[in-house]
């Protein structure tokens, strides 16, 4: 994949209906246990969502979305890249480029949260600057790893 093919489309606040659609489908390939109707609710009761889609020659290939956890904290979602466009440096530079935004509209501390079983997304994670900051057992017995970044 060339740089220059890689367009990025920022979607700020609820995603319209054609956005939705391919987030949806994104969201779906990336996560073999995907649950359409948790994705579609999140993004209906969350303010200030920012996501990111990324295409080559407009064919989506990646995602990233965010929204705002707290007035100084913004929340890093969920996202992912298809699997054969992975270690192509395009979920780095939706990272990159959600985190940009995070800091220029004042929020100090960007969050993001795993599981032991997503190794490749907890390396990330360490690799750009995250810390674990606390690890908790949720409603459906699923031990999360929280990460904190200063922006």
Known sequence: MEKD??????????????????????????????QLDFFRNRLNE????YSLIAFENDIPLGFKIGYQYNESTF??????V?????TKGIGKKLAHLQEQWAKKNNYFKI???SMNHFKPMMIFNLKNGFNIVSVYTNASNQTKIVFEKEL
């Open 5 to 34: 093919n890689l367009k990025i489309k920022i979607v700020k606040g609820k995603p319209t209906s054609s956005d939705l659609k391919i987030l949806e489908y994104l969201y779906s390939k990336v996560f073999e246990d995907a």
């Open 46 to 49: 969350k303010e200030n969502i």
């Open 75 to 80: 929340y890093s979602w969920v996202g992912g």
């Open 82 to 86: 298809l699997s054969n466009h992975r």
């Open 111 to 113: 969050r993001t949260k």
